[in-house]
């Protein structure tokens, strides 16, 4: 008995790593699925003698870091969010060893850059205060995102997407883009809210986030969601406490 | 594991041997054109170099690949169909799932173009790929129930296109 042919994608998983797949039994009873295994092979054999050296180049050009996008801190409103955080473009990123803070129907990971590299931390994490961070979420179903930040002080930092850019959808994954710390101690908590469509405004998130934005210390270590008009969206928060 | 921190053209290169095999099959399987699928691969990698750079567990990368490299295929042939050429309708379809009739695929296929990412991405999985349902809701990080929704909003809008309703 061999069970249902696996699919296309999980004959690749096997052929990335055949010692962990589960498909060994498989593939050694099923005759048709060690065929589609040696044409694969073929096509990856294509892929290495022919489509990889032709274009390479065009990849490697593309992974070159890019430099900040510094005209984000000459748009207008951005000076308020700059005080306290700096959009970056591709600040360094995660490992793959994330931990997520669970919501409702979706999960935010927060990744720290660390002399060791990326690290992901738990809520409630001290940090130094100045650290660059990414993000990465796990929606279920469609999600236009929003990355924001409130910290003790009361200012709302717009995360993601960039101030003048209108949300996307996300798929699970990296969030592009990252963020750095303001460099002032005290707590912080990043919200990743997700909209069932494109028409949610930054002024209908900010406005919710302004409750907890005058709060001060104690209302941001302990307000999880936002409530007001976006009580009923997919919400997941992060709570940082930034240390000198 | 985890692939260190800096992004660059050697660990793009590296990561471009790992999944660049899987992406151009990907491309191969849908597009059915040798060349075409060559460029696709490059214009799939260029999109996500950045990103996939900072992470190296297949079981995060692979679908993620997958997925971006199906969405970019996806776009090819439905620009393809738009210029006469080969039509998304031409996919080959996947062979015993244990979802809808096969008058039911040759119907889907033949229309994807005109769907969202996220719908599209629901309907080749099940009607192209022939993964199952729990399978492919692990991929899209949805839950199966949403796979379903999604899979039979497609085929009642589906079919209300092939009768000519708008």
Request: hydrophobic content about 45%; proline content about 7%; overall charge positive.
């Amino acid at each position: 008995m061999t069970g249902r042919c696996p699919s296309d994608l999980a004959l690749e998983a096997y052929l990335l790593e055949p010692e962990r797949s589960p498909l060994v039994s498989h593939l050694g009873a099923c005759e048709a699925c060690r065929a589609r295994i040696a044409r694969m092979n073929e096509e990856g054999e294509e892929f290495r003698r022919f489509v990889f050296p032709a274009t390479i180049d065009a990849v490697e050009a593309a992974a070159r870091p890019r430099r900040w996008r510094w005209p984000y801190l000459l748009a207008p409103g951005f000076a308020a969010a700059a005080v306290a955080i700096a959009l970056l473009v591709r600040p360094p990123g995660p490992a793959d060893d994330y931990l997520g803070v669970k919501g409702r129907d979706l999960t935010l990971s927060v990744f720290v850059n660390a002399a060791e590299g990326a690290r992901a931390v738990p809520d409630g994490a001290a940090v130094p205060a100045a650290s660059q961070l990414r993000f990465q979420v796990r929606p279920a179903g469609d999600c236009w995102l929003w990355i924001l930040s409130v910290d003790e002080a009361g200012t709302i930092s717009r995360l993601y997407p960039p101030e003048g850019v209108a949300p996307d959808r996300r798929a699970p994954g990296p969030v592009p883009g990252g963020a750095v710390l303001d460099g002032l101690a005290g707590p912080e908590r990043i919200y990743a809210v997700c909209a069932p469509d494109e028409k949610m405004t930054w002024g209908e998130v900010k406005g919710a986030a302004e409750a907890v934005a005058t709060g001060g210390a104690g209302r941001v270590r302990t307000a999880r969601e936002l409530g007001g008009s976006l009580s009923a969206a997919r919400q997941a928060s992060l709570l940082l406490e930034k240390r000198p | 594991m985890a692939g260190g921190a800096v992004p660059g053209s050697e660990r793009a290169s590296e990561l471009y041997r790992k999944y660049g095999p899987a992406v151009f099959r990907r491309c191969l399987r849908l597009l059915r054109d040798r060349e075409a699928a060559k460029d696709a691969t490059q214009e799939v990698f260029v999109k996500l170099v950045r990103d996939i750079a900072k992470l190296d567990d297949p079981a995060i990368v692979l679908p993620w690949a997958y997925r971006v490299a199906t969405n970019h295929c996806l776009n090819v042939l439905r620009d393809r169909g738009r210029r006469g050429e080969q039509a998304i309708g031409d996919l080959e379809l996947a062979r015993g799932t244990d979802g809808p009739s096969p008058g039911d695929r040759h119907l889907a296929v033949s229309i994807l173009a005109r769907f969202d990412e996220g719908t599209r991405a629901v309907a080749v999985g099940v009607l192209v790929d022939g993964m199952g349902h729990e399978e492919l809701a692990g991929v899209l990080g949805i839950s199966r129930k949403t796979v379903e929704r999604r899979l039979a909003r497609f085929l009642e809008r589906a079919r209300a296109f092939a009768g000519g309703e708008p």
